[in-house]
C-alpha cells in the first residue's frame, strides 16, 4: 500500500522550544501521537474517494474516524509549524495581521486575554483558533476534539492545542499556564503569512 499521507518535518530541534515545550513532550506529541493520526487515516483511506484529497478537503466532507484522523493532522501541522525558539525576533504581530489584531479586537493584549480565555473555558479536549473569514476579519473559535475552523468556511491562521496529551508531561493540570506560556514561542512572520497568502 502506498504511503498517501506523512509525518511532517519539524522546522526545529525536539528541545528548540524549551523551556515552553519540552523534548519529551515535542517526542511524545509529535513522534507518537501525531504518527498515530498518520498511520490511521492511511489505513482508513485506502481504496476510498479521500485518498487523492488534500487534508483540507477531506476535513471539509468526511465525518467519523476518517474525519477525527485527518482533523488531527491537520490540526498538528498548523500548530506545529507555527512556533519559533523562544530567542527568535518574531514574538510579537507585525504588518497586515497586527493592522487586523487591533481593529478586530481593540489591541493584542486584548486579544491574547480573549483567546486564553476561549482555551481556558473548552470543556474536555479540542483546539482554540484564530481564524479568518472570507473578508479577512479575525474570529476566535472553539473546536472540540478533531475541529477545525474550516468546517465553518474560515481559514484557520494560530492555533493552541488543549488536548491533555500537549501539556501534561510539562504542566499537569496546569492548562492555563501553558497557554500563556505559549505566546513566547509563537512565529507571528508565519501566522502573518497564512492570513496574507
Ligand atoms: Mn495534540
Not at 515552553?20 to 517526542?27: D, F, N, P
Not at 486584548?110 to 483558533?129: M, P, R
Not at 478533531?146 to 488543549?162: C, E, F, I, R, S
Amino acid at each position: 500500500m502506498a504511503l498517501l499521507f506523512s509525518l511532517i518535518t519539524l522546522p526545529y530541534a525536539p528541545n528548540a522550544l524549551e523551556p515552553v515545550i519540552s523534548q519529551e513532550t515535542i517526542e511524545y506529541h509529535h513522534g507518537k501521537h501525531l504518527q498515530t493520526y498518520v498511520d490511521n487515516l492511511n489505513k482508513l483511506v485506502a481504496g476510498t474517494e479521500f485518498e487523492s484529497m488534500p487534508l483540507e478537503q477531506i476535513v471539509a466532507k468526511s465525518q467519523g474516524a476518517i474525519f477525527n484522523n485527518a482533523g488531527q493532522i491537520l490540526n498538528h501541522n498548523l500548530y506545529f509549524l507555527q512556533f519559533s525558539p523562544v530567542v527568535a525576533d518574531n514574538h510579537t504581530p507585525k504588518g497586515a495581521i497586527l493592522d487586523a489584531i487591533i481593529r478586530d479586537f481593540g489591541s493584542f493584549d486584548a486579544f491574547k486575554a480573549e483567546f486564553e480565555q476561549k482555551g481556558i473555558t473548552l470543556f474536555g479536549s479540542g483546539w482554540v483558533w484564530l481564524a479568518a473569514d472570507k473578508d479577512g476579519k479575525l474570529v476566535i473559535t472553539q473546536e472540540p476534539n478533531a475541529g477545525n475552523p474550516v468546517t465553518k468556511g474560515l481559514k484557520p491562521l494560530l492555533t493552541m492545542d488543549v488536548w491533555e496529551h500537549a501539556y501534561y508531561i510539562d504542566y499537569r493540570n496546569r492548562r492555563a499556564a501553558h497557554l500563556q506560556s505559549l505566546w513566547q514561542i509563537i512565529n507571528w512572520d508565519e501566522i502573518n503569512r497564512r492570513y496574507t497568502e
